[in-house]
């Protein structure tokens, strides 16, 4: 077992943060990286969280009793990019009391204009689609995956995401996980190849494939939906293929929705899977098979609204999609309680085995890591300080980012306050700033962090740099694993 890196930032300066001071007073400071579960105050000067008790004059007084004070959370799977999401994202992340998020799957230019128009004071970094726009079973050869690697960190991007319903080949699978390695690049992988499918032979064939390299494996509970065994074997499995690969790093998110494109042509969904998961509800693999689904609750439009998006059935539900020519988002409920749960509780001898809990939300309305975490530690599966490291440490490890995850003295004004009597986030403070309080968004702007090569592009967009180091990321250096002191 290890602990994370970050208390040496506690240690490392005690330069002063001149700026306005924000005192959260009295709430239950949860911060397992620095072995605090008290009530106390927490300090934030400026940008940075200060020592308790060295307010300036100027300070606001937050009244936090009652209240859990974390450090922000930081979610390694959303969305940034759709014309929604690159609109509403922002805002519905600083609304579930999330500080630092990773878009996966771009595009890349539509995640940054939308982090900059429509930023809510979060810090994100963003991975771009391998093989977006190409035709299907075209295979990328390593001289276009390579490209397609330098393209992305050009414009601003950390790295790419590879997609079951863009399959590429098993060997161009192994050549990307190669190349992210040598460029120093993220890879997340939602597993399933052109000789495998997005269930647990594709997260087979990933270990196998990955042969000891680091990736990021995205959304474990969705290969265990009970497509090749009952869910709970299943998770099982998977736990087993984890841990058999400790360089790689996964994530599960706790809602039971998934998310697909609704969108249908010639009487049939777009996307094949869709049409596997009507006739497994009992409906047939059809436009009218999806339109009875939506009717019935065996499936959802995902309607985006001013105020963000939300999952809804029935007459309301069909109404949005028919209005829509088809062309949104749906999802089904098919995230088996017995897979996620078990997922996200799991431990082994190097900590929690999926290392993160993640949403697959943003712009995608299942950002529910405060509340069914809340769900979780009250049914005991987590405590809650094992819930601040798998939903905050355990992201700003593997991003690098040594001053997020935690509350030390020097570490960034990242701070959420749930009431965790009502299940509500309360309170979300990014970079030193109230960007949510009681419902309202008012945070501006983002952080993006990026690689050297992206740092032009990032400017452009008016957005503020952070960059990104990859020998700092616990994926790269194999310690994104945390675990209480
Ligand atoms: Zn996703």
């Not at 939308?114 to 295979?139: C, F, K, V, Y």
Request: net charge negative; hydrophobic share 40%.
């Amino acid at each position: 077992m290890h602990r994370t890196q970050a208390p040496a930032i506690m240690n490392g300066t005690s330069t002063t943060h001149p700026g306005r001071s924000i005192v959260i007073r009295n709430g239950r400071v949860i911060d397992p990286v620095n072995a605090i579960d008290a009530i106390q105050d927490v300090v934030v000067t400026g940008v940075r969280i200060a020592e308790a008790g060295h307010a300036t004059s100027d300070g606001e007084v937050v009244d936090a009793a009652g209240s859990w004070v974390i450090p922000g959370l930081v979610d390694l799977h959303v969305h940034l990019g759709g014309e929604h999401s690159a609109r509403s994202g922002h805002r519905m992340l600083a609304l579930a009391g999330v500080t630092t998020a990773m878009d996966l799957g771009g595009p890349i230019d539509a995640v940054l204009d939308g982090a900059s128009r429509n930023g809510a004071g979060l810090t994100i970094a963003a991975l771009d689609r391998l093989g977006r726009g190409e035709r299907r079973g075209q295979s990328p050869d390593d001289a276009t995956i390579l490209r397609a690697f330098r393209e992305t960190r050009a414009r601003g991007g950390i790295g790419l995401k590879l997609h079951a319903d863009t399959p590429v080949s098993p060997e161009a699978l192994d050549a990307a996980i190669g190349i992210a390695e040598t460029t120093g690049s993220w890879i997340a992988i939602h597993c399933g190849t052109t000789a495998s499918a997005s269930d647990l032979t594709g997260l087979r064939e990933a270990v196998a494939v990955a042969a000891g390299r680091p990736a990021h494996i995205a959304h474990v509970n969705s290969y265990c939906r009970g497509d090749t065994a009952d869910a709970a074997t299943e998770a099982e499995e998977a736990l087993a293929l984890l841990r058999s690969a400790p360089a790689l790093l996964a994530e599960s998110y706790l809602s039971p929705w998934n998310g697909n494109w609704g969108g249908c042509r010639d009487g049939v969904p777009e996307i094949a899977r869709v049409g596997t998961w009507l006739s497994r509800a009992g409906h047939p693999p059809t436009e009218t098979g999806l339109e009875a689904a939506i009717r019935s609750g065996a499936a959802a439009a995902i309607v985006a609204s001013r105020h963000g998006a939300s999952y809804v059935s029935g007459d309301a539900g069909v109404e949005a999609w028919r209005d829509a020519g088809t062309m949104i988002e749906i999802g089904f409920p098919i995230n088996p309680f017995e897979s996620r749960v078990r997922l996200a509780t799991a431990r082994d001898e190097r900590g929690f085995t999926v290392a993160a809990i993640a949403t697959d939300g943003g712009g995608i309305s299942r950002n529910v890591t405060a509340e069914a975490g809340l769900a979780l530690i009250a049914l005991g599966g987590l405590t809650p300080a094992e819930f601040v490291l798998k939903a905050s440490t355990a992201g700003a490890v593997a991003l690098g980012l040594a001053a997020k995850g935690h509350l030390g003295h020097g570490a960034d004004g990242d701070v959420t306050i749930i009431d965790a009597a009502h299940s509500r986030v309360a309170m979300t403070i990014a970079n030193g700033e109230v960007v949510m309080r009681d419902g309202r968004v008012t945070g501006r702007g983002s952080r993006v962090l990026t690689p050297p090569e992206g740092v032009a592009a990032v400017e452009r967009t008016g957005c503020r740099v952070i960059t990104y180091d990859p020998g700092t990321s616990g994926l790269r250096n194999g310690r994104h694993r945390v675990t209480a002191a």
